[in-house]
T-cell receptor
Framework: DAKTTQPPSMDCAEGRAANLPCNHS???????VYWYRQIHSQGPQYIIH???NNETNEMASLIITEDRKSSTLILPHATLRDTAVYYC?????????????FGKGTRLSVIA | GAVVSQHPSWVICKSGTSVKIECRSL??????MFWYRQFPKQSLMLMAT?????????EQGVEKDKFLINHASLTLSTLTVTSAHPEDSSFYIC?????????????FGPGTRLTVL
């Protein structure tokens, strides 16, 4: 699976939009972009995934560039409970037993 | 949404004893599941992959005789840490793969904190 690059940490003011970037310049045509987050001492939580179209759900929006080499996860109105490590992972969809491989992610701190 | 439970959430044991961690998917069935562990200030590391009814496949460096995985059904898997030692102290996390034509997403349990004295 292609590797991803994320900034190690970011701060965001409470109530503001949090924009988390991810670079995946070597992504293959059949690889999806997945986002998870891990709140301290908990298991990872699925947020969203996409292939090439922008996606939105109740948690976040995912914006993927036209060349698919990068993406941005947007939390529209960050709260203190959004403080977590956010992981951007690329993976072939329906690849059977292929597990998610976690990098170091971005530690997002939401500040009051 | 998909819910995965783990039990216990934390356990403290003496060196040399065995510990069993149970992982259940509560509202979906999954053929494939994964076990990860996470040391302090590090990312998740895959330990093994298992399919229901089959033997688990372990990652390099993970001892299969020490970390026994039993994927008994489509909703239940257990990880037994045998003869635990202090270096096995870690955060263990299970994950079920909800696969299909439309969905292909891993859902994670809340994790089990193991401390070996």
């Amino acid at each position: 699976d292609a590797k991803t690059t994320q900034p190690p940490s970011m701060d965001c003011a409470e109530g503001r939009a949090a924009n988390l970037p991810c670079n995946h310049s070597t992504i293959s045509g059949n690889e999806y972009v997945y986002w998870y987050r891990q709140i301290h001492s908990q298991g990872p939580q699925y947020i969203i995934h996409g292939l090439k179209n922008n996606e939105t759900n109740e948690m976040a929006s995912l914006i993927i560039t036209e060349d698919r080499k990068s993406s941005t996860l947007i939390l529209p109105h960050a709260t203190l409970r959004d403080t977590a490590v956010y992981y951007c992972i690329v993976r072939v969809f329906n690849s059977g037993n292929t597990p998610l491989v976690f990098g170091k992610g971005t530690r997002l701190s939401v500040i009051a | 949404g998909a819910v995965v439970s783990q039990h216990p959430s934390w356990v403290i044991c003496k060196s040399g004893t065995s510990v069993k961690i149970e992982c259940r998917s509560l509202d979906f069935q999954a053929t494939t599941m994964f076990w990860y562990r996470q040391f302090p200030k590090q990312s998740l590391m895959l330990m093994a992959t298992s399919n229901e009814g089959s033997k688990a496949t372990y990652e390099q460096g993970v001892e299969k005789d020490k970390f026994l995985i039993n994927h008994a059904s489509l909703t239940l898997s257990t990880l037994t840490v045998t003869s635990a030692h202090p270096e096995d102290s870690s955060f263990y996390i299970c994950s079920f793969l909800a696969g299909g034509l439309i969905t292909d997403t891993q859902y994670f349990g809340p994790g089990t904190r193991l401390t070996v004295l």
